[in-house]
């Protein structure tokens, strides 16, 4: 299983990005994925989840500017980021696992700065 995440940036505080996620995999539809990030200095931390029935968990730190989707014909996990503000500026890493196979899987990352 490979996933490349993209879409990272420099962003002004109030804009908006949005990352994406290609998993290469024959099982997508039956993972759940998430998005993380980690500042630096910081552990890292989860931002939002979607289960592969669709049901989604935001942080509480950017719920309601942040959502999370996917689509399974493309394989794709998706994070629009909207009203980004300066402490969201980290490296954004995508997760897909299937614990039921014992599948726990991350990309690269991606780095998003968001400018005051």
């Known amino acids: 299983v490979q996933l490349q995440a993209s879409g990272g940036g420099l962003v002004q505080a109030g804009g908006y990005l949005r990352l994406s996620c290609v998993v290469t995999?024959?099982?997508?539809?039956?993972?759940?994925t998430g998005w993380y990030r980690q500042a630096p200095g910081k552990e890292r931390e989860s931002v939002a989840f979607?289960?592969?029935?669709?049901?989604?968990n935001y942080a509480d730190s950017v719920l309601g500017r942040f959502a999370i989707s996917r689509d399974n014909a493309k394989n794709t996990v998706y994070l629009q980021m909207d009203s980004l503000k300066p402490e969201d500026t980290a490296v954004y890493y995508c997760?897909?696992?299937?614990?039921?196979?014992?599948?726990?899987?991350w990309g690269k990352g991606t780095l998003v700065t968001v400018s005051s």
């Open positions: 979607i289960s592969n029935r669709g049901s989604r």
């Open positions: 997760n897909v696992r299937y614990p039921n196979a014992g599948m726990d899987y």
């Open positions: 995999t024959n099982i997508f539809n039956m993972m759940s």
